[in-house]
């Protein structure tokens, strides 16, 4: 079966298992645990921040980074199909006791006139703004690029507000072998950074916050609040390390095959790429339900086919390529795709 469900579903490899075996460990807790220490650094410079904490999940990371930059009863700014506003539970609120205020972008991308347009200062009737925040690449938004450009101008406005920046960058890595741009630029313009080993990547579990040391002290803190404090871990850590070693730059591989099964999707009546370009790995389309009947018939018809792809909504359909997947694969998967019109 040919599993194009999400990037997640990957499997570690026998490098990643024999550095995961081989790796030393200790109590993370006390800060003993030399592979996540050496993972943290390693993350922190490629980054380009103080420091860094490893934590279970891209989820948590984000609540902890919720948690660092807002107080109960304020607001934080993103686009309305960010991760932190579909995916992650009310998070925000249940945990923080912070609203969200979710901006309709194009595609997942914010301009900055929306953001001017939107600030509130402090003001005892609403709930004062005290953050902003992007994602890149944005998920929902079909595995868009927030550009660089965008990046600055909007991180120079918030900073001229004092309004703190974070960066959802799960698959920030994509962002960066698909622009060129290094990730100490992206991360320059925010004060915190999220970034996730288990999906592009292929580690199995784990993601890490970057930013300030005194801010990433605090992070801790809320790790353990959270329940994301880790003992022997170092074994999930060498994973990642091995990830950002080996599997960076064979990302390009995976737009590349993103963009053959979209070729098919526009080769195939009935089906509508939203968004039309493809940046990455992510291929997100419509379903004319006339034609082809709802997005779950669509994927079980595929599934008969020997491909999976995740029917999202009424008339929504996701896939996305990832180490576990061929080129070969993926021609099938775009010949299948064309099959439906048959």
Known sequence: MIDLRSDTVTRPTPGMKAAMAAAPVGDDVYAEDPTINA?????????????????????????????????????????????????????????????????????????????????????????????????????????????????????????????????????????????????????????TVNVCFSKGLGAPVGSAL???????????????????????????AAACIYAMDHHIDRLADDHANAKLIAAAVRDTPGLTLVPDTVETNLVWFEVDRAKHGPPQEVTRKLRERGVLMSALGEKTIRACTHHDVSRAECEQAADAVRGLSQ
């Open 39 to 191: 993972l943290e650094a390693k993350v922190a410079a490629y980054l380009g921040k103080e420091a860094a904490v490893f934590v279970p999940s891209g989820t948590m990371g984000n609540q902890i980074a919720v948690r660092l930059h807002c107080r109960p009863g304020e607001e934080l700014i993103c686009e309305h199909t960010c991760h932190v506003v579909l995916w992650e539970g009310g998070g925000p609120a249940a945990l923080s006791g912070v609203t969200v205020r979710p901006l309709k972008g194009d595609s997942g991308r914010l301009s900055l006139d929306q953001l001017t347009a939107l600030h509130r200062p402090d003001d005892i009737h609403s709930s004062p703004s005290r953050l902003v925040w992007l994602e890149n690449t944005h998920n929902r938004g079909g595995g868009t690029v927030q550009s660089i450009e965008s990046v600055r101008d909007i991180c120079g406005w918030a900073k001229g507000q004092k309004l703190a920046r974070h960066l959802d960058g799960a698959r920030l890595w994509n962002a960066v072998v698909a622009t060129g741009v290094p990730a100490t630029e992206w991360a320059s313009h925010f004060d």
């Open 210 to 236: 970057a930013g300030p040391k005194e801010l990433i002290a605090l992070a801790r803190r809320y790790r353990k609040l959270f329940g994301g404090a880790m003992r022997q871990a170092g074994f999930l």
